[in-house]
Nanobody, 122 residues
């Protein structure tokens, strides 16, 4: 299932950005979608996820600042990021999984999109 992410860019600390990710092809099997991020020299970390019924999951450091949402009719997931901090700088990857399990872990995802760069300047 191809995933097409967009919306990254450069923003000052305290600013906002919204990422979008559209799934195409055989999307009927997708149960949850989300985002991971990877900063230079760091591991790929879970950011947020949302399942088919709308339940959301966040890593602690973004809760209250990021909001994930999903338009099931468009097979699209959004990540609204506000109060951005320099430590949010990373390549953000859109992901999708079929099982509905392990949503906070790499193993929970079957499909990965290309990364989109988010840079937060101080």
């Amino acid at each position: 299932v191809p995933l097409q992410a967009s919306g990254g860019g450069l923003v000052q600390a305290g600013g906002s950005l919204t990422l979008s990710c559209a799934a195409s092809g055989r999307t009927g099997s997708i149960y949850h979608m989300g985002w991971f991020r990877q900063a230079p020299g760091e591991q790929r970390d879970f950011v947020a996820a949302i399942n088919w019924s709308g339940s959301t999951f966040y890593r602690g450091s973004v809760e209250g600042r990021f909001t994930i949402s999903r338009d099931n009719t468009k097979n699209t997931v959004y990540l609204q990021m506000s109060s951005l901090k320099p430590e949010d700088t990373a390549v953000y990857f859109c992901v999708a999984g079929d099982s509905g399990r392990w949503v906070r872990y790499l193993r929970g995802y079957d499909y990965w999109g290309q990364g989109t760069q988010v840079t937060v300047s101080s």
